[in-house]
Each structure stands twice: as structure tokens, then as C-alpha cells.
């Protein structure tokens, strides 16, 4: 029997794609500036006085903001889905990332502590947003253009990634002692380009009732069982995230540390370590956009293992590297491996997705990612710590070796197959 046409939700619109993509924009901003190029010498230099422990404060702290999101996101994916607001908590969770971040402008020398504690807030905020976002992909998307929408949605962001950066040089050229005010400047960010996300983005889903004397956590812990019990079924999927989780660990390890590692063994400038962020950006834009493409001809796992490649070389390379031209051709590298890392890692769970589930299945795509940030941010803040940046680096190869030697085992549709 035909569904009833008033019961179809509407057709996807190219605004609520472009739309969709804005909130990757808006978003990179936090990533580019807070977590990578400008928090972590700041917090080092100027809160943490040059603390020996600050790497090791920075990356716990990420660390237990991811580990907060693990546990939070298969929780929140259920509510979502089962109240049909995912719109609405996406709208909260910016919200909150934007002005936790805006407030560290406020903080000195000394205020550790604080510093900390908004880098915890906001990053719990900004990771629950990125969940909430994903989940949108199954429903603006077929099998056949997910990998072009989600490259076009990571390519949207390494521009806002790039905009960010030009910002944040603007200010800290301004004059001494502006670095701070790169934080207000990335808050305000990202609360105004997500709004294009907030006023063209539709909610496709319907709302559900829970049977008489279910909570939300009884729910969440029975999909979780449901998963359990479909193991045969979802297999694939299953094992695609453990290849993620790896690969992903060795990639937030470098996003957290990359400017402290400019700093530290290189001696680069803050300008510098923005122009270094400028050409990844850059390369990161032609690797999630051209490997969106590649995808859906040849499927996700040509582009996946192509991208573990680079990150494997440039790891081994910036363990031995001993000057800045050299650290920007690393960059080249690292960009184009993550824009299609992260992009194609993203439509692989799109394509895998049931019908109806995407909140949910999007919960275990952000628990999975977030266990690999624990991981990769404590792990590597910790060796930086005990041991020096050069060695933490190398470590850091395995997480990308492991990963592609699972994926090895994989096979993954195409586009054209994974209907």
C-alpha cells in the first residue's frame, strides 16, 4: 500500500544542502583556532606560565571532554529521534560551544583552572553539535550522492577553517597581546554562520512515543542491546568503526598538538603556525572535495586507504623534520589526507545507516569518534609530557597503521550499491 503523499517528507531542496554545509563552516572555526592553532600555545605561554605539564593539562582536559560526549552522545541520539528535535538541540549545543569560547578572552595568567574548565564545556558543546549535524546527512542524501554531500560539507569547512585563520591574523597583528581576543572572535564566529543552518534545515523526522514506563536511558540502553543482537547484520559496520577509531585517535592527536609541536621543535611564530594552518586548510579543501567525487565512483575505501597513506608519511616525515619549508609540505599532505579522511569516514556511515535511524547510528558514529579522542589526545599529550614531541609523533603513526591494515579487511559499497 502507497504511503499517503501527505505523510512523504518534502523533497531536499539545494538550500537546506547549502544550509547543511554551513554548519561544517561555522564549526571549523573552534576546531582551527581553539583546539589547534591558537589555544594551546596560549594556554601554555600565557595562562600555564610555560608549565613543563601543560601539554599534558591540555590534552587530559580534551580528553575528558570526549570521554563526557561518549557516554552523553548514544543518549542524546535517542531523544533526538525519538522527539524528531534534533534541529533544536543543534541549535542549543552551538549555542553553548560559542559562548563558552567567547569567554576565554577573559582569561590571564594563572587562571589555569578556568581556562580548562571552558576548554571542557565548550568542547562537550561543540562535539555533541557535530553528532546532532551528521545525523542530518541520511536525510538530505541518497546512496548515490552522499559522498559528494559530505565532501561538500568538509569542503565548507576547511573554508571556514581558512576565513577563521585570516581572522585571527588580522587580530594578532593588531598589536601586542591580542591573541586572547581570537577566542571572542571565534564564539561570535560560530554562533553567526550557523544560522544559515538553523533558518534552511529541515526536521524530516517523525516524532515517536515511548511505550507506558520507558525512559530515555532504558531506550538508549535497549538499541544498544538491539545492536547487540543484530551483530550479523551490522558486522561491517561494526568493524569499519573499529578501523575508525584508530585512525581517528592518531588524527585528534594531531589536531590538539600540531601548533604546540610548531612551537616547541620548530620555534615557528604565531604567524608562522597561521600561514602553516592556511595551506592545510587549503589542501584539506581540494581533499574533501575531490575525494567526495572519487568515492562515489570507486566506492569509500579507495579514498580512505590513500588518505591513511599520507597521514602514515607525514607523521614519520614531521618526526624527523628540522625546518619550517618542511613542516609546510607536511601540511600539504596532512590537509589532503584529512579532508578525505574525515569526509569519506562520515558518508561510510551515511551509506551503512538503516532507514529511520540516523540520530541513533550517528550517536555510535560520535561515541566511537569520541573514544578515539580520549585516546588520541591523552596518549599523545601524556608521551609529549614523559618523553618529547618527536617520539609522540612516531607513536602516533600507529594509529593510522592500525586503522588501515582493519580497513584492509573490508569491503564497502559503492554508491551505487548500497541502496
Not at 572555526?29 to 581553539?34: E, K, M, R, S
Not at 569542503?155 to 601586542?176: D, E, K, N, R, T
Not at 586572547?180 to 523526522?205: H, M, Y
Not at 578501523?243 to 585528534?252: D, H, K, N, P
Amino acid at each position: 500500500m502507497d504511503v499517503p503523499a501527505a505523510n512523504q517528507p518534502p523533497p531536499v531542496r539545494p538550500r537546506e544542502v547549502f544550509g547543511w554545509c554551513c554548519f561544517d563552516f561555522a564549526n571549523s572555526a573552534f576546531t582551527t583556532i581553539v583546539i589547534t592553532v591558537v589555544g594551546l600555545p596560549y594556554f601554555k605561554a600565557v595562562v600555564a606560565a610555560g608549565a613543563n605539564a601543560a601539554e599534558g593539562w591540555w590534552g587530559t582536559t580534551l580528553a575528558l571532554s570526549q570521554a563526557l560526549v561518549l557516554l552523553l552522545a548514544p543518549l542524546v541520539g535517542v531523544v533526538a529521534d525519538v522527539h524528531a528535535r534534533k534541529k533544536r538541540y543543534l541549535a542549543v549545543t552551538a549555542l553553548v560551544c560559542s559562548a563558552a569560547t567567547a569567554l576565554m578572552a577573559g582569561i590571564g595568567a594563572g587562571q589555569v583552572g578556568l581556562m580548562l574548565g571552558l576548554l571542557l564545556v565548550a568542547n562537550v558543546a561543540f562535539s555533541m553539535s557535530e553528532n546532532i549535524c551528521a545525523a542530518f546527512l541520511p536525510e538530505i542524501s541518497t546512496p548515490q550522492n552522499v559522498g559528494r554531500i559530505s565532501g561538500y560539507g568538509w569542503s565548507f569547512g576547511y573554508l571556514g577553517g581558512l576565513l577563521s585563520l585570516v581572522l585571527a591574523l588580522v587580530i594578532i597583528q593588531s598589536g601586542p597581546g591580542r591573541a586572547q581576543w581570537t577566542f571572542l572572535a571565534v564564539g561570535l564566529f560560530f554562533f553567526l554562520a550557523s544560522l544559515p543552518t538553523l533558518l534552511l534545515l529541515r526536521e524530516r523526522a517523525r516524532p515517536r512515543t515511548l511505550r507506558p514506563g520507558q525512559t530515555y536511558r532504558q531506550l538508549a540502553w535497549k538499541q544498544f542491546g538491539d545492536m547487540r543482537r543484530e551483530l550479523p547484520q551490522h558486522r561491517k559496520l561494526l568493524k569499519f568503526f573499529a578501523a575508525m577509531t584508530c585512525y581517528l585517535a592518531g588524527l585528534m592527536a594531531v589536531v590538539g598538538f600540531a601548533a604546540g609541536y610548531a612551537t616547541e621543535v620548530l620555534g615557528m611564530a604565531q604567524t608562522q603556525i597561521i600561514g602553516l594552518f592556511v595551506v592545510l586548510q587549503l589542501a584539506g579543501v581540494a581533499g574533501a572535495f575531490g575525494f567526495g567525487f572519487l568515492q562515489d565512483r570507486l566506492g569509500s575505501k579507495p579514498p580512505l586507504i590513500v588518505a591513511l597513506l599520507l597521514w602514515i608519511v607525514a607523521c614519520l616525515w614531521a618526526a624527523v623534520c628540522e625546518s619550517v619549508a618542511e613542516f609546510y609540505a607536511i601540511g600539504v599532505l596532512a590537509g589532503i589526507g584529512m579532508g578525505s579522511l574525515q569526509s569519506a569516514s562520515r558518508a561510510v556511515v551515511a551509506t551503512l545507516t538503516p532507514p529511520g535511524r540516523a540520530g541513533e547510528f550517528f550517536g555510535y558514529w560520535g561515541f566511537f569518534a569520541k573514544l578515539a579522542a580520549v585516546i588520541g589526545t591523552f596518549v599523545f599529550g601524556n608521551l609529549v609530557s614523559l618523553t618529547d614531541y618527536r617520539v609522540a609523533i612516531t607513536a602516533n603513526a600507529g594509529f593510522f597503521l592500525v586503522g588501515l591494515l582493519i580497513l584492509l579487511t573490508l569491503k564497502l559499497p559503492r554508491g551505487n550499491e548500497a541502496a
